[in-house]
């Protein structure tokens, strides 16, 4: 098999003509950062996900700590969330107080083991915290059953979720909470950034007022055509704004959203037809209930060698990867914190040393699919 010379990354942006005319018209329009592409961005994600509210943020992180805070966690008190997330989730639970309590996950999906939330549910339970893993939705139904009987929040982590649909309901329309992101990585970006959803009108009120300082009016409602430059704090808030620029370009990302992650499931089909039955690998699984992937991530679990030498064999293949993600529960100060977690989190251990993601994005040509899996097969012949 001879050698591609050029890198294929694990992902890289759809930027074209419409994403760069948008965000030069934003420049030449005087106003660059939140105001009305902003707002214009947030009325196209109450569209989307037809929750009442929708505020656009710096990042999904910025979003995940603002709904943490919102929760007023007091010294030990519990959220529930999987080990098998991004560390930002566990990040912003620790720094604002509380003590993640992690989840199994099915080993198939890597989404949480919904049968597992219940048990876990004390009186020092403050929110669960799901995430749609690499686009699958989790079982909402079930999460929310549970949720509802103990009167709990539910935080869907929907940064891999952008296009999920669990039956009918995109990601962020159940009622409750979710964030998602627009980094670079993801299905469609404004270079960073980030939005929540949500129904509750005195919630809003307040993550507006913690996005920007405390002040009750952000930038173009004071500066614009009849704004009121004064303002008042009454609860000191952060710097969490996203800006026009970016959501001049997120809003023609968003535009393309079908385009895009159609194209994305077109080369998640192909990946798992080139690489069904091949001995050394486990494909990704898929919910049972109906639902429509955006194929985020497309991961794989490597049972026959160790994972550190199939990813130098890529690397030299001049293929990128990634791991999505470190367990959490593995953290180092996690560790420190709360000691060893394994025994209680089997299929996240099975999993961990196993996944891999591989090159994922809209501007992938079906060439570069064949190529990644004719490596893996030499791979593994090889090993």
């Known amino acids: 098999m001879k050698i591609r010379k050029d890198f294929l990354p694990l992902s890289r942006p759809s930027i074209g003509e419409k994403e760069k005319s948008e965000v030069v018209k934003c420049l030449e329009s005087g106003w660059i950062t939140t105001g009305p592409l902003c707002a214009s961005l947030e009325d196209k994600f109450r569209d989307l996900t037809g929750a009442h509210h929708a505020i656009s943020l710096s990042s999904g992180t910025a979003g995940m700590h603002l709904l943490i805070l919102s929760l007023d966690i007091k010294k030990g008190d519990e959220i529930i969330t999987p080990s098998m997330t991004f560390s930002s989730t566990i990040n912003m639970i620790t720094l604002c107080g509380g ?28 929110a669960i915290i799901p995430v749609h893993f690499a686009g699958a939705p989790a079982d909402m139904d079930r999460i929310m059953d549970v949720a509802g009987r103990y009167n709990l929040p539910v935080i869907e982590d929907a940064a891999h979720a952008m296009g999920s649909y669990y039956k009918d309901v995109h990601a962020g329309g159940f009622g409750q909470t979710a964030i998602f992101s627009f ?15 949500l129904n509750d009108d005195k919630l809003e009120q307040r993550l507006r007022l913690l996005r920007f300082h405390g002040i009750e009016r952000d930038a173009w409602k004071r500066y614009g055509k009849g704004g009121n430059p004064e303002y008042d704090i009454t609860e000191p808030g952060f710097k969490y704004n996203l800006t026009d620029i970016q959501a001049a370009l997120g809003l023609a990302q968003l535009s393309r ?20 039955n091949l001995k050394g690998i486990e494909l990704p699984g898929v919910p049972p209930y109906p639902h429509i992937h955006p194929w985020h991530l497309f991961i794989i679990k490597i049972i026959s060698i160790k994972r550190e030498l199939f990813m130098q064999k890529l690397s030299a293949y001049n293929i990128g990867y990634g791991i999505h993600f470190p367990a959490g529960h593995r953290l180092s100060y996690i560790k420190k914190q709360y000691g060893s977690m394994s025994e209680t989190l089997k299929e996240t251990e099975r999993a961990a040393d196993r996944i891999i993601s591989l090159p994922l994005f809209p501007g992938m040509k079906d060439e570069d699919v064949l190529y990644v899996c004719e490596a893996i097969r030499e791979i593994l012949n090889h090993g």
């Open 183 to 197: 980094h670079p990585l993801k299905n469609i970006t404004a270079g960073e950034g980030g939005m929540i959803t």
């Open 257 to 276: 959203l079908e385009e895009l992650n159609s194209r994305r499931r077109q080369l998640a089909d192909l990946y798992r037809k080139e690489l069904e």
């Open 99 to 126: 003590k993640p309590v992690f989840i199994d996950v099915h080993y198939d999906t890597l989404n949480i083991n919904e049968d597992l939330i219940e048990e876990s549910i004390t009186e020092r339970t403050k």
